[in-house]
């Protein structure tokens, strides 16, 4: 089936401008992550929604950075201002379920470069 | 910070088995460890996940030690498509939700 899909697939964007990334999730997959990626680095955690709601939004360094899952499926993540050290690879995963067995399925990442 | 602890590199000659070390000596007794590889360019990719028991699919093997302190990734048989960041992750329980901790991973090369 088809699996988590992510857009666009590469950005590039000025200093100081808005940009939106956008995560399709797997379908029925209610919980749903987005991580961090620098280079040479492991994803790092950003934010995670069970249904509509954050459940956890400890990962976002600044209040530049917001996420909504406004009906439960797809999931946009807004930088406001962005500065240069905003670029990175931002990663997008999903899973059906909470409990013991979870595992996340990742989606392929969008490449923001700022400028 | 992470509660992994991984070689930076390996290399394999393509057909021989891979194992990978991971190190995980603070995990508490509820948290599973999870392998993901990630082919440049690409997202992460779910390999296998464990508690307390050994466990094997069809991609690899995972051989967990009986403390727990410590786990095996084996690929039996690798191929040049193997080649990757492995990662091995203790998933963290916090907040009523799980999270991934991810290290920096091995850089896996396998040779032909």
């Known amino acids: 089936g088809a699996g988590v899909s992510q857009t666009p697939s590469n950005k590039v964007t000025e200093k100081g401008k808005y940009v939106e990334l956008r995560c399709d999730p797997i379908?029925?997959?209610?919980?749903l992550y987005w991580y961090r990626q620098s280079l040479g680095q492991g994803p790092e955690f950003l934010i995670y929604?069970?249904?509509?709601?954050?459940?956890?939004d400890s990962g976002l360094p600044n209040d530049r950075f917001f996420a909504v899952r406004p009906e439960g499926s797809v999931s946009t993540l807004k930088i406001q201002r962005t500065e240069r050290g905003d670029s990175a690879v931002y990663l997008c995963?999903?899973?059906?379920?909470?409990?013991?067995?979870?595992?996340?399925?990742f989606g392929p990442g969008t490449r923001l470069l700022v400028l | 910070d992470a509660k992994t602890t991984q070689p930076p590199s390996m290399d394999c000659a393509e057909g021989r088995a891979a194992n990978l070390p991971c190190n995980h000596s603070?995990?508490?007794?509820?948290?599973?460890v999870y392998w993901y590889r990630q082919i440049h360019s690409q997202g992460p990719q779910y390999i296998i996940h464990?508690?307390?028991n050994n466990e094997t699919n069809e991609m690899a093997s995972l051989i967990i030690t009986e403390d727990r302190k410590s786990s095996t990734l084996i690929l039996p048989h690798a191929t040049l498509r193997d080649t990757a960041v492995y990662y091995c992750?203790?998933?963290?329980?916090?907040?009523?939700?799980?999270?991934?901790?991810f290290g920096t991973g091995t850089r896996l090369k396998v040779l032909a």
């Open positions: 603070t995990i508490s007794g509820n948290e599973y």
């Open positions: 464990g508690l307390k």
């Open positions: 929604f069970q249904g509509t709601g954050a459940a956890d």
């Open positions: 379908s029925g997959h209610t919980a």
């Open positions: 995963a999903s899973s059906l379920t909470r409990d013991n067995q979870e595992t996340q399925y």
């Open positions: 992750i203790v998933r963290v329980a916090t907040s009523g939700t799980y999270k991934y901790i």
